[in-house]
T-cell receptor, first 111, second 113 residues
Framework: SQQGEEDPQALSIQEGENATMNCSYKTSINNLQWYRQNSGRGLVHLILIRSNEREKHSGRLRVTLDTSKKSSSLLITASRAADTASYFCATDVKGNEKLTFGTGTRLTIIP | EAGVTQSPTHLIKTRGQQATLRCSPISGHTSVYWYQQALGLGLQFLLWYDEGEERNRGNFPPRFSGRQFPNYSSELNVNALELEDSALYLC????????????FGPGTRLTVT
């Protein structure tokens, strides 16, 4: 079963707007990561946030983690057409070295 | 620095045949992970190899197997192919101790007819 569930499943916004995606998970985690996948290709790592961190930034990306609510959010500011992709959260649990991926959010940026 | 490479890009097999997929990790990475991404099912963890040993396995039948070679490249074998094995198979590599950040290859698209 999927550990993470992304919300929404699909999101369409105008170029220049901000995009927010959410991820909820079920069990206590070690780390949470966000990945991007362009149409049917390999995944690209975006950002990793550890369970003792609450917020992390990388360029136009901002990730928050709320371990009490077992949720994370990914904010992409000033979106561009090139941001059109599927976004996945992935979690790992201490002592079990594998990533469990969520179901993904399909983001479409309208030029 | 070269990224993770996978071959072949596409593979078409018939039901009952065997498929072999290959992966070369980033130089210096010792861990290789395999995932299956079937339509509508998201990414499912298949196998993890590190230092030539299978370290963890996902919820897949034994006809999914693999190995890791001394140069850390890896092979995924799928025996007795079924139609539902049609999927994108992704390989990723990590440098142990880097907090599990994974670097993915472009994938092999397996189609079973």
């Amino acid at each position: 079963s999927q550990q993470g569930e992304e919300d929404p499943q699909a999101l369409s916004i105008q170029e220049g707007e901000n995009a927010t995606m959410n991820c909820s998970y079920k069990t206590s985690i070690n780390n949470l990561q966000w990945y991007r996948q362009n149409s049917g290709r390999g995944l690209v790592h975006l950002i990793l946030i550890r369970s003792n961190e609450r917020e992390k930034h990388s360029g136009r990306l901002r990730v928050t983690l709320d371990t009490s609510k077992k949720s994370s959010s990914l904010l992409i500011t000033a979106s561009r057409a090139a941001d059109t992709a599927s976004y996945f959260c992935a979690t790992d649990v201490k002592g079990n070295e594998k990533l469990t991926f969520g179901t993904g959010t399909r983001l479409t940026i309208i030029p | 620095e070269a990224g993770v490479t996978q071959s072949p890009t596409h593979l078409i097999k018939t039901r009952g045949q065997q498929a072999t997929l290959r992966c070369s990790p980033i130089s210096g990475h010792t861990s290789v992970y395999w995932y299956q991404q079937a339509l509508g099912l998201g990414l499912q963890f298949l196998l993890w190899y590190d230092e030539g040993e299978e370290r963890n396995r996902g919820n897949f039948p034994p006809r999914f197997s693999g190995r890791q070679f001394p140069n850390y490249s890896s092979e995924l074998n799928v025996n007795a192919l079924e139609l539902e094995d049609s999927a994108l198979y992704l390989c990723a590599s990590t440098l142990q101790g880097w907090g599990y950040e994974q670097y993915f290859g472009p994938g092999t698209r397996l189609t079973v007819t």
